[in-house]
């Protein structure tokens, strides 16, 4: 099975002193992703968790809302000419009875940070299969200070990017501010399906008290699996895109980017958060 880390020589030049040692770098790999046998989606990704990664990007695609949908993930034996397991393809059962979404625009195809549909369709076909709208929630307020804590809290908790300097990282807060899970990977989109994943193992969907932290920047994307789980805050220490406000706004979803210290940008959803100061308008 792969690894999270491996090792791979490398010259280092320091101040015209020249060297030659192991470094210590994030293990890239392809996993495909198939629903009931047919394959649905290919994505590169850090090799661990790899059902939760699975079963997030599922949750996302409005295939799963309940651990009761899912029968099993397993990984697929006989993945290569040889007959070997490779641990790169995963199979996801769903339960019997278990309607699936009409795949006409069925990713079937490799998948980055930067995937998803763009316009005006899809932020449509997200407002409309969403399994928890955002805006019928129960209200949550979060204290602005209390945002601007979290980066730090996510920044300790990265175990791998300590060693490689080279993961996204997302982390899911209660409104109180306690940490209940991190994840890291060499996709940001794939750290937030891992954590969707988990939550959706331990029957905790909808999250509809919680915030979802991201390392980078705040994608269309990440804000659609934010929805999808029913995550009412969505925090960046980046900037957020412009297809991610708007589908913001049109869902309810408080979305903050440039979180960084005591400053941050919130570009919807303002009324969850809750100001200590008088915000200067201008």
Request: overall charge neutral.
């Amino acid at each position: 099975m792969g690894r999270v880390t491996e090792r791979r020589k490398v010259l280092r030049i320091r101040d015209g002193a020249v060297s030659t040692r192991p470094d210590t770098l994030v293990a890239e790999e392809p996993m495909e992703i198939r629903l009931n046998g047919k394959p649905l989606a290919i994505t590169m990704r850090t090799p661990g968790d790899d059902f939760a990664l699975a079963a997030g990007f599922l949750v996302s695609e409005g295939v799963l809302a309940d651990v009761s949908d899912l029968q099993n993930i397993v990984y697929c034996a006989g993945a290569t000419a040889d007959g070997s397991n490779t641990y790169n393809v995963v199979d996801v059962r769903t339960s019997p009875g278990v309607t699936l979404p009409d795949f006409t625009l069925e990713r079937n195809v490799y998948t980055t940070s930067s995937c998803g549909l763009c316009g005006k369709a899809s932020l449509d076909a997200v407002r409309t299969t969403a399994r928890w709208p955002i805006a019928d929630t129960p209200p949550v307020r979060v204290d602005a200070g209390l945002l601007a804590a979290l980066p730090d809290r996510l920044r300790a908790a990265q175990r791998v990017f300590d060693r490689t300097g080279g993961l996204h990282a997302a982390a899911l807060f209660g409104e109180d501010g306690e940490l209940l899970d991190v994840r890291e990977d060499v996709g940001r989109h794939n750290a937030v399906d891992k954590i969707v994943g988990r939550a959706l193992h331990n029957g905790d969907l909808p999250l509809s008290r919680t915030i979802l932290l991201v390392s980078g920047r705040a994608s269309f994307e990440l804000a659609q699996k934010a929805v999808m789980a029913g995550i009412p805050v969505l925090a960046a220490v980046s900037a957020p895109s412009s297809l991610a406000v708007d589908l913001a706004v049109e869902t309810g979803l408080t979305l903050v980017g440039f979180l960084r210290g005591s400053s941050m940008n919130v570009y919807a959803g303002e009324d969850r958060i809750a100001l200590r100061t008088t915000a200067a308008r201008g």
